[in-house]
C-alpha cells in the first residue's frame, strides 16, 4: 500500500511488478472457492483497508452464505461480508515482510481499479513459516491457478 501511494498507481501494480516466484495470479472468476478454501486454513491473519482505515482481525473463515448481494464469512472470530461481483484480481503472495524481513504467505484480492479489497495471511512474519504452512499455500495456490490454454 505504501509504494502504491509513493509511486500513485494502483497496488495491484506493485504486486504485479513484484519478482516472480513471489506472485501468482490466480482465477479471480473462481472468488467463492477460492474463499471457501480458507476454511480448511485454520486461523488466519485478515487485513482489510481502504483509503481511512485499515482492519486487522485473527480468526478462522467459515459460516459461508449468501444474503442481498453480499458473501458472508461469519464466525466468532471474522465477518465478513463480501461483494464477490467487486473482485476483479487474486494474488498468492510469498514475500519477505516489510517489519521484520521473515517470510509470509498470503492471498491479496483486488477490485477493478486496482485496489486492495483484503488480504489473508497465513503467516504473518515473526519466524520462518512451518512447512505445513507452506504445503497448505501451495495447495491452494496450485488449485486456484488460471488454466492455460496451451
Aim: with cysteine; net charge negative; proline share 4%.
Amino acid at each position: 500500500m505504501q509504494l502504491a501511494r509513493q509511486f500513485g498507481v494502483p497496488e495491484v501494480e506493485i504486486v504485479r511488478a513484484m519478482p516472480v516466484g513471489q506472485i501468482v495470479e490466480l482465477d479471480a472468476s473462481r472468488w467463492e472457492d477460492l474463499i471457501r478454501s480458507f476454511e480448511s486454513l485454520g486461523n488466519v491473519h485478515v487485513i482489510a483497508t481502504n483509503g481511512a482505515v485499515t482492519l486487522e482481525c485473527f480468526g478462522q473463515f467459515g459460516n459461508f452464505s449468501h444474503f442481498a448481494g453480499f458473501f458472508n464469512v461469519q464466525t466468532k472470530t471474522i465477518d465478513m461480508h463480501i461483494r464477490g461481483d467487486q473482485l476483479a484480481h487474486a494474488f498468492a503472495v510469498e514475500k519477505p515482510g516489510h517489519l521484520d524481513g521473515v517470510n509470509t504467505l498470503s492471498f491479496q484480492f483486488f477490485d477493478a481499479r486496482g485496489a486492495s479489497a483484503f488480504k489473508v495471511f497465513l503467516t504473518f512474519g515473526g519466524k520462518a513459516p512451518p512447512a505445513e504452512r507452506v504445503a497448505q499455500f501451495e495447495a491452494v495456490r496450485e488449485r486456484f491457478r488460471p488454466i492455460v490454454a496451451g
